[in-house]
């Protein structure tokens, strides 16, 4: 597979981490929900034991969405066989634009304990890798890759005017919960941010010449212009696993912060500020503001998307200025509000819908959700509905078997089209060539145990302390041969 389709599949369909809180954790309780909602209790004194820990098992959500009339083209070339692009759905000369989302978020490391009792105090650290992408592509963009027989006219203005970025971090954190009385509690997450790749381009004018040779199409070429701004991070070589263990080269840093405020009937309302940080780029990433016009030629050969891409990509890079920068990170302010019901005389089965609002704090990005969740002894199913500014409606669900210290959790928030998606790679030609609002994935699963001596208040006590030397304690004693 060339060049220029694995950087599409990278943006639009590769998503490892994608990123993001899935709603459907909202007040489970889990060591996941924990992190992402600093202000949530991961222990219940006199059922839980005091260390909870995911045993290096990646709690991940990976999720990506592309809307608009390039899913049917990139459908074709990623599923059909043989693969093409199907541009049937394209209009050329409207400028149309699609848009397109990733996000993942896994967590290599969850550890939390239980310090005291006194305020149900909760510490913790983590380390997890984050994906964060959008933008936006036109129809034409993925026509060209399909070679200039979805061109009638020989001139096009500004249908190459694009617009994506990219940033993928790890992150190290520290976490604190502490319930300051009955009704209130607190939580905050203290965090290192170390830079793995940025990538933004913005294209603000483009023009398209196709110079066509009617004696032979083979000699067929293009000039392409354009003008905008490319932002690129420095990454010493190709990217590879060694790449994403965390290092000083891009530092950054990030808090999250969390209320919790429980009503005297019983209405939870929590909020969060999650993930408001920066990084800093080293002083060997490039800018490149870029205003040229390049000569692509063999665009009707099988190895057009290939040559297109390397002009293209030698085009936005130019002579770029070697400098460093900073970003942000896509920081989320979040509100949501509960309240849990019993729905049998005998309190078997619980109900306990929330209702989330979400709005991406530096971004356009705003998200509802109605989450409605149902548990049984350790079992809970969890139906998610969620709407965006984009007019997407999803429906996801969610199985989760859960103990006081055993949970694992599976789950979807765009459980239809993930279906369909699955289809077309099944090579479903009926799924590839259809066109629906979006075309995208997510998925989620999580998992931890909690051990150690069960946390019990004093009057529920089973453990009677005798003065037990701790593990220092121990080793001192044998070194030195002491029982002191």
């Given at each position: 597979?060339?060049k220029?389709?694995f950087?599409?599949?990278f943006?639009?369909f ?14 489970t ?12 209790r ?46 049937s759905?394209?209009r050329?000369?409207r400028?149309?634009?699609?848009h ?7 967590y ?7 310090t005291?009792?006194n ?7 983590s ?11 036109t129809?034409?963009s993925?026509?060209?890759?399909d ?18 970025r ?7 954190s520290?976490?604190?919960?502490e319930q300051?009385n009955?009704q ?8 290192y ?5 940025y ?12 110079n066509?040779?009617?004696?032979n199409p ?9 003008r905008?701004?490319y ?5 010493p ?6 790449d994403?263990?965390p ?6 840093a990030a ?11 019983g ?33 009707t050969?099988k190895?057009?998307d ?8 030698e ?22 509000v ?10 078997t089965?619980r109900y306990?819908p ?23 002894n350790?079992?809970i199913?969890t139906?998610?509905?969620t ?62 145990l ?5 946390i ?14 701790g ?11 002491t029982?002191?």
């Amino acid at each position: 597979m060339n060049k220029i389709f694995f950087t599409i599949l990278f943006f639009i369909f590769c998503s490892l981490s994608v990123s993001a809180q899935q709603f459907s954790q909202y007040n489970t309780g889990t060591l996941y929900d924990s992190f992402e909602n600093p202000s949530q209790r991961a222990f219940i004194p006199d059922s839980s034991r005091g260390v909870a820990f995911n045993f290096f098992i990646p709690n991940f959500d990976a999720n990506f969405y592309v809307t608009g009339n390039i899913q049917r083209p990139l459908k074709s070339r990623a599923f059909a066989s043989p693969s093409y692009y199907n541009t049937s759905s394209l209009r050329i000369g409207r400028n149309a634009l699609n848009h397109f989302n990733v996000n993942a978020n896994s967590y290599a490391v969850m550890v939390k304990l239980f310090t005291s009792l006194n305020g149900n105090v909760e510490m913790g650290f983590s380390a997890q890798t984050k994906v964060e992408g959008k933008g936006l592509v036109t129809d034409e963009s993925i026509a060209f890759l399909d070679g200039p027989s979805n061109f009638a006219r020989d001139n096009y203005d500004n249908i190459f005017n694009n617009h994506y970025r990219m940033q993928m971090y790890d992150q190290l954190s520290y976490i604190y919960r502490e319930q300051v009385n009955k009704q209130l509690s607190l939580g905050f997450k203290l965090s290192y941010l170390s830079g793995v790749q940025y990538n933004k381009i913005d294209v603000e004018e483009s023009s398209l010449q196709i110079n066509r040779v009617p004696a032979n199409p083979d000699n067929d070429n293009a000039d392409v212009y354009m003008r905008g701004r490319y932002y690129r991070s420095y990454v010493p070589g190709r990217l590879d696993g060694r790449d994403f263990l965390p290092t000083f080269r891009n530092p950054g840093a990030a808090i999250s912060m969390g209320a919790t405020y429980r009503t005297e009937d019983g209405i939870l309302i929590q909020g969060n500020i999650k993930d408001l940080g920066f990084i800093h780029w080293n002083k060997r990433s490039t800018i490149t503001d870029f205003n040229n016009t390049t000569n692509i030629t063999d665009i009707t050969s099988k190895h057009r998307d290939e040559n297109i891409y390397n002009a293209v990509y030698e085009l936005v890079r130019g002579n770029g200025m070697v400098t460093s920068f900073n970003t942000k990170t896509n920081a989320k302010a979040e509100l949501s509000v509960s309240k849990s019901y019993w729905l049998d005389d005998e309190k078997t089965y619980r109900y306990f819908p929330t209702v989330v609002a979400q709005k991406e704090m530096f971004f356009s990005g705003f998200t509802g959700a109605m989450v409605n969740s149902v548990q049984k002894n350790n079992l809970i199913a969890t139906l998610t509905a969620t709407y965006d500014d984009y007019k997407l409606f999803n429906l996801g669900a969610q199985i989760m078997v859960k103990s006081p210290n055993v949970e694992f959790f599976i789950g979807s928030e765009r459980l239809l089209n993930t279906g369909h998606l699955t289809l077309a790679a099944l090579n479903n030609t009926n799924q590839i060539n259809r066109v629906g609002n979006y075309s995208g994935a997510d998925i989620f699963l999580g998992f931890s145990l909690k051990f150690g001596r069960v946390i019990e208040h004093p009057m529920n006590s089973s453990y009677i302390p005798m003065g037990e030397k701790g593990f220092l304690g121990r080793l001192f004693g044998r070194i030195f041969k002491t029982n002191n």
